[in-house]
């Protein structure tokens, strides 16, 4: 990888990183990389460390030869697919990043340990490609905040880009692990994206207006397993509260049949407010102190 990057004119570079069984949604990343950068590195890499007992690393899509012609077509110049023994030569890393306070809530509860090993393999992998910028979707918003957090704090030389979310065209956002889904998860999946857009259109009258939607819309659907739904500000991920005014995500993460999906979206919270396809500043700041009555 270094030979690679070292053969690259010029220091433009651009990477995305993804655990392979690549969609549209990755295309897009790659599409927007290459829009920005004079040169763009596809990392596939299927991370174990990301990956906690109850979840089976070995079910994991993968579809490498997909992968391959989605990465040529969308004009990558270098594809970085190591095995595990190459990037842990010896075995389990002893040093691992952190993910901090921010690693333990909603998505981290539920998984723990899953974000100290995916910012362990994403500091491997911004050394290993001395990207300038790194392509990440919003649909990931958890994961978007913890690495820009990183950089932020470890002082990487690198700018953290995020992409909006790509859909299809009923709303279900895409992810590799769709390909779980049934016909008839696939229906039930649709009421994370219908909670959402129900949400986002409340959001003129505050966060209990945007809960209530969301909440009507999900309860609607018993076969889905809701793990959480929740307003919370985009750098803390704390709940707003009901005064609450300015940007903040909307995220819900459920169980449908075999398969966890999460989804979220933006949202200007307050009169003129709706959804977002990203945030207009880079996740930062805190919720400010209550106005004055």
């Known amino acids: 990888m270094r030979a690679a990057r070292a053969a690259l004119a ?78 842990y030569p010896d075995g389990d890393p002893g040093v691992r990043v952190s993910a901090g306070p921010l690693g333990d809530v909603l998505e981290g509860k539920s998984r723990p340990g899953h974000f100290d090993g995916m910012l362990t393999v994403v500091g491997k992998l911004l050394h290993l490609t001395g990207a300038r910028r790194a392509f990440f979707g919003q649909k990931d918003a958890q994961q978007l905040l913890l690495i820009r957090r990183m950089v932020r704090d470890l002082d990487f030389p690198v700018e953290v880009v995020s992409v909006p979310t790509v859909r299809e065209d009923d709303g279900l956002a895409l992810s590799s692990r769709n390909t779980y889904l049934t016909d ?15 949400g986002a259109d409340q959001a003129a009258y505050g966060p209990s207006a945007i809960r209530r939607a969301a909440r009507d ?76 009555s």
């Open 10 to 87: 010029g220091s433009d570079v651009a990477v995305v990183m993804t655990m392979g069984a690549l969609h549209e949604g990755h295309a897009q990343l790659i599409r927007e990389a290459r829009q920005a950068a004079e040169h763009v590195i596809l990392t596939i890499f299927l991370n174990p460390l990301q990956f906690g007992p109850k979840e089976d690393l070995s079910r994991y899509p993968r579809t490498f030869d997909d992968d391959m012609r989605i990465a040529t077509d969308a004009g990558v110049d270098i594809v970085f697919a190591p095995t595990p023994d190459v990037v």
């Open 184 to 198: 008839s998860d696939r229906e039930v999946a649709l009421c994370l994206s219908r909670a959402l857009t129900a």
């Open 217 to 292: 819309v999900v309860v609607e659907e018993p076969l889905a397993l809701v793990d959480y739904l929740v307003l919370v500000h985009p750098s803390t991920l704390q709940d707003v509260p009901e005064w609450y005014r300015g940007e903040a995500l909307l995220a819900v993460a459920a169980r449908v049949g075999t398969t966890r999906l999460i989804d979220n979206t933006p949202i200007l919270v307050g009169p003129g407010g709706g959804r977002l396809d990203v945030f207009s500043q880079p996740e930062s700041g805190s919720i400010p102190a209550r106005p004055a």
